[in-house]
């Protein structure tokens, strides 16, 4: 196997379409190499709903969702890439609401690197407890989290100064949030302002200009592109606002003593997301409303129209919210 050296596309031939777009460290079987261009077999999961049957070229799958959909290396695991839509895959096995996929394409020759052995670590020594040492403080876990997702880091959510300015250093996408849809690309060059952060990505604002004719008025604001991360940042541009949330349906839960921005015994939703953003959104129930989600199946997505509540729980970077109602796919 060898490794993607750094972030690339997938394409279908040398220069030819772009099939998905592959970050650096993402496992690869390299095939023929022809020219600058190597071929390799990109393998991964990916989520059922976010596909169809076909039988074009040979292939079992097309990729349906506008926006393409993440590749990950297990159910719920570590991102490999993301698909574009209308990209087709071979399908090698499927475990409920997940297929693992393959798909041939090409790479540029110096994007792709040997995967160097790593070399074992000894386990560190655990130091000795002091008396006047302070416990280390250690969040809490989400219960009824899947593994996969408890490890996930919280996200910081800092603001950046004014001052942050630079430039693009390479070709890059362009995304409306972490993991989330790509807008377009960026060029080498290209003037940027960082204005927030959220784990390992930032966002930035851009100056530039386009014709009129290509602008149409948007949507309702207040059902809009609204991120956890920007109610974290601004809590009272957001709180009380409602907008539609796109979760992952994880369990209905009670609240306890430790989740003080919910009454002790309130029913809600413990989701993940909002997608396609890591961590996870509590959701405030009526007990009627507890009935539905109570029958509806583990880890499928779902959209919410909620209104928010509160920014962050005490101990965790998790907003609350309220169910206002379904919105009906």
Do not use: C
Not at 84 to 102: D, Y
Not at 157 to 184: C, H, I, M, N, W
Not at 220 to 244: F, H, K, M
Request: no cysteine; hydrophobic share 35%; proline share 8%.
């Amino acid at each position: 196997m060898r490794e993607i050296s750094t972030a690339t596309r997938l394409r279908k031939e040398p220069k030819g379409i772009a099939l998905a777009s592959l970050p650096a460290g993402t496992s690869v079987e390299p095939k023929r190499t022809r020219g600058d261009w190597h071929e390799v077999v990109v393998e991964g999961w990916i989520f059922n709903r976010s596909t169809e049957k076909t039988r074009r070229d040979g292939f079992d799958l097309v990729v349906t969702a506008p926006n393409g959909e993440n590749l990950r290396s297990a159910p719920n695991g570590e991102l490999l890439g993301r698909v574009r839509s209308g990209t087709l895959l071979a399908k090698e096995e499927v475990r409920g609401a997940w297929t693992r996929v393959r798909r041939t394409g090409w790479v540029p020759r110096d994007a792709v690197k040997s995967a160097a052995p790593k070399a074992a670590t000894p386990p560190a020594a655990r130091p000795e407890p002091t008396a006047s040492a302070e416990p280390e403080f250690t969040e809490p876990v989400e219960s009824g989290a899947l593994p996969a997702q408890a490890a996930a880091p919280a996200p910081t959510d800092k603001v950046a100064a004014d001052t942050e300015r630079g430039q693009v250093a390479r070709e890059t996408a362009l995304f409306a949030a972490p993991e989330g849809s790509q807008y377009g690309t960026l060029q080498t060059g290209a003037p940027t302002r960082v204005v927030g952060r959220s784990g390992d990505w930032v966002r930035v604002q851009l100056e530039g200009w386009v014709r009129e004719s290509d602008l149409e008025p948007g949507s309702d604001a207040s059902l809009g592109r609204v991120t956890a991360a920007e109610v974290r940042a601004d809590p009272p541009r957001y709180i009380g606002r409602t907008v539609e949330w796109r979760v992952e349906l994880i369990a209905v839960q009670t609240a306890d003593e430790l989740r003080i921005e919910m009454p002790k015994g309130q029913t809600y939703l413990l989701t993940r997301g909002p997608l396609p953003e890591p961590g996870f959104v509590y959701v405030m129930l009526t007990e009627s409303q507890a009935k539905e989600f109570r029958s509806l199946q583990a880890l499928q997505e779902l959209t919410l129209r909620v209104t928010i509540k509160a920014p962050r729980t005490r101990f965790l970077a998790t907003p609350v919210v309220e169910l206002v109602s379904r919105v009906t796919e």
